[in-house]
């Protein structure tokens, strides 16, 4: 049949609806005004004033049913009429037989073939024709009685019912309430949410929205959170500000506005001595409807509490906090003979709203770290304690120092940091977690210590990176993505990655140093604690180094050592 396509269809008449067209107009113009309609011939006669001819009749054919023109059973017959023997044979049976005679019943049979795109004999017409598949009866499927619509970025159970708790509290007029979720559990996300849904409904868009945090890691965190969720949810323009080291300063009067500022940025113009200075941060205060503030358990330190209380306006601003530690220090908790500590001039600070995880249920959960850890959300802890069986003596000061300031003093740490002993087995456990190519970050005693573990992976072959406050910010990405593609092994470092860092590749923590500060336990804890249904690990190994000072409890403990100031 590939012949008789060839020669017949394609090199006598040319384009793939020519041959079709050319049948048609040969059917005369009594069975061509047959197929349109006699009465539409006779009105567009009448209303344009002018006849129609074989090609006019085609054209009109081809405009009332496009390329369903077969669909229609009278035009298909009329073109099967025109067709050689050979041709209405080929689609009658798919047998090519040049010489083909068609008896009576087959022809009978000819005009009797349904059409659709399940025939074959439709195929083959369109085959002769040389037309596609588009002539062909469109598919159609009938829409589903019942579908689920799945939005493109969503939160988890777990998440959305805390983002519904704080727009819950804020509709019913709390002006102050805290977010006490793990590191690893959504709390920017989870807020982010919350303020969008409140934003959307009740806010006056004529003021501001300001997120605050101490790092640059968080409020760029705070920024690519919030642009992903407006992009989606978002129900107008609105003005996002990076307002930190040396990002310009935005004009605050416009309003509408979501403005990520680092405590510091904003301090140094609330101390200012600049009039213009006074001017754009009272500007600020006079349009601020929310302020988040990030690491919350950090507010009621001096320069941040000035910060936060010189934006609030009563009866205006909402004030939202997130942590994982809603508490000061583990000290402040325990001094029984205090009546009135840190932890709790912080919950009252945050009126002693507290908005944590639940169960499925909605009830409160005794353990929601292990609640998370059950659903795959955050990984299981296993902890490893080390000896390292190095005696230190602190002297009067020392012990005046930790008594006062409840922080290991640096001269201890520099002591621990030049012991070669526990060096040798910091890097003994590094080399043991690499059996197992394990990604680890180590906490480590001071800058200088951080340096020379550095130093002394690379010289046995473990690939590290040292990361500190004084490494340049193109040292430090760089770093970060190749640790995150696992390219570098280690990454130690010295007060840098506790917060506002995420790599879910992380399965292994060393904890070199000793803390009295339970927070920064809790967070350095964190970084590992990514579990496999946000892209982390089913299991982290947490190395502890141990020597004859302060030890602190499980993470579930950690988590849940503050409650007791929020009832």
């Known amino acids: ?304 509490k000035i910060c936060i209380s010189y934006l609030f306006n009563e009866n205006l601003t909402k004030l939202v906090g997130l942590t994982a530690t809603p508490g000061r220090s583990k000290d402040d908790m325990d001094n029984a003979g205090l009546s009135y500590t840190g932890t709790d001039e912080l919950a009252e600070f945050f009126g002693r709203n507290k908005v944590s995880i639940t169960n499925d249920s909605g009830d409160g959960i005794e353990d929601p770290i292990g609640f998370l850890q059950g659903k795959g959300f955050l990984s299981s802890i296993k902890r490893k304690k080390v000896r390292t069986n190095v005696e230190i003596e602190l002297s009067e000061k020392e012990r005046e120092f930790v008594a006062n300031f409840l922080e290991i003093p640096k001269s201890i740490l520099n002591k621990l940091a030049k012991d070669d002993s526990r060096n040798a087995l910091i890097l003994s456990e590094v080399a043991s977690l690499r059996l197992d190519q394990k990604q680890i970050i180590i906490f480590a005693l001071s800058v200088e210590h951080a ?31 190749k640790y995150k593609q696992n390219e570098i092994s280690v990454l130690v470092n010295y007060g840098v990655l506790t917060t506002g860092f995420d790599a879910p590749n992380t399965n292994a923590i060393i904890i070199t140093r000793p803390t009295a500060s339970l927070v920064l336990y809790s967070q350095m804890i964190g970084r590992g604690i990514r579990g496999p249904k946000v892209g982390g690990n089913l299991e982290c190994n947490l190395i502890d180094l141990e020597d004859n000072l302060l030890g602190f409890p499980s993470e579930q403990q950690a988590f849940n050592y503050f409650n007791s100031a929020w009832k």
């Open 1 to 304: 049949m590939s012949s008789l396509h060839c020669t017949e269809s394609v090199a006598i008449y040319g384009d793939k609806v020519s041959r079709i067209k050319t049948i048609l107009k040969q059917l005369g113009m009594p069975n061509l005004i047959g197929l349109y309609g006699e009465q539409n011939v006779e009105s567009i006669t009448n209303i344009l004033h002018e006849g129609v001819n074989e090609i006019k009749l085609v054209e009109l054919l081809f405009i009332k049913y496009g390329k369903q023109i077969l669909s229609n059973k009278s035009v298909r017959l009329a073109v099967l009429t025109k067709l050689s023997e050979r041709e209405k044979g080929y689609i009658l049976d798919g047998r090519d037989e040049p010489s083909r005679e068609l008896s009576r019943e087959e022809l009978e049979c000819l005009t009797k073939l349904r059409w659709g795109r399940k025939q074959k004999s439709s195929s083959r017409l369109l085959f002769v024709l040389d037309l596609d598949d588009e002539y062909l009866p469109s598919t159609y499927e009938q829409p589903l009685s019942k579908e689920i619509i799945s939005p493109n970025t969503y939160l988890f159970p777990h998440q959305r019912r805390v983002k519904d708790d704080v727009t819950r509290l804020l509709i019913n007029g709390q002006d102050r309430l805290l977010v006490h979720m793990p590191t690893g559990a959504g709390k920017t996300r989870t807020v982010i949410e919350a303020i969008i849904d409140y934003w959307k409904a009740y806010s006056n868009r004529a003021t501001n929205i300001i997120w605050l945090a101490h790092s640059e890691e968080l409020c760029e965190q705070a920024v690519e959170t919030f642009k992903v969720l407006w992009e989606v949810r978002g129900d107008q323009d609105i003005n996002l500000y990076r307002f930190w080291s040396n990002h310009d300063v935005p004009d605050f009067s416009v309003g509408n506005s979501f403005i990520v500022a680092s405590f510091q940025k904003l301090y140094s113009m609330i101390s200012s001595s600049d009039n213009h200075s006074f001017q754009e941060v009272n500007s600020l205060k006079r349009t601020c409807n929310f302020i988040i503030v990030d690491e919350a358990h950090k507010a009621i330190a001096p320069t941040y």
């Open 451 to 481: 340096h020379l573990i550095t130093e002394l992976l690379n010289l046995k072959g473990i690939t590290a990176r040292c990361i500190d406050g004084k490494t340049s910010p193109s040292d430090r990405v760089n770093s970060i993505v």
